[in-house]
């Protein structure tokens, strides 16, 4: 390898998707430890806000973020070993990634009501988690 491509973190394609499983995973808990544990308290009929967030967050899974998932793990099953381990995403993909990384700290930042907070980051946090299980059964497939 010559020049700057001898730094590049090379990696297997079932590192990648172990990458993809471990960063919707995470912050799926990470989403969800922000809303029921930040929130949760603050907030008035909580076992609702917590039974209505994992149903919504299950209805996005399974339609929006299923298939998003399915298509990040086609483009990582596509990728030669030794591909970047940043290319476990697309630069579309992380762009989204920071995209909704500045709108939850403006959230979190605004004069919303909690109540709404809480539902949000309970049903985002879900659906990520939830959704991680493909790429997790695919990385164990491997």
Not at 59 to 71: E, H, M, P, Q, T
Request: proline residues 2%; positive net charge.
């Amino acid at each position: 390898m010559k020049g700057i491509a001898r730094f590049k973190p090379a990696v297997r394609r079932n590192t990648l998707l172990l990458s993809s499983a471990c960063l919707w995973t995470i912050i799926g808990l990470l989403l969800l430890a922000k809303g029921g544990y930040r929130w949760i308290h603050l907030v008035d009929r909580q076992p609702l806000i917590v039974i209505a967030g994992i149903l919504v967050g299950s209805v996005k899974s399974f339609y929006i973020l299923d298939k998003s998932a399915r298509s990040g793990i086609e483009r990582i099953l596509k990728k030669a070993d030794g591909t970047c381990l940043g290319a476990v995403y697309s630069i579309k993909t992380w762009l989204l990634v920071l995209c909704m990384m500045i709108l939850g700290v403006i959230l979190r930042d605004s004069s919303i009501p909690v109540q709404f907070l809480c539902f949000c980051y309970l049903t985002i946090g879900w659906a990520l988690l939830f959704s991680s299980r493909l790429a997790w059964r695919e990385w164990l497939k491997q």
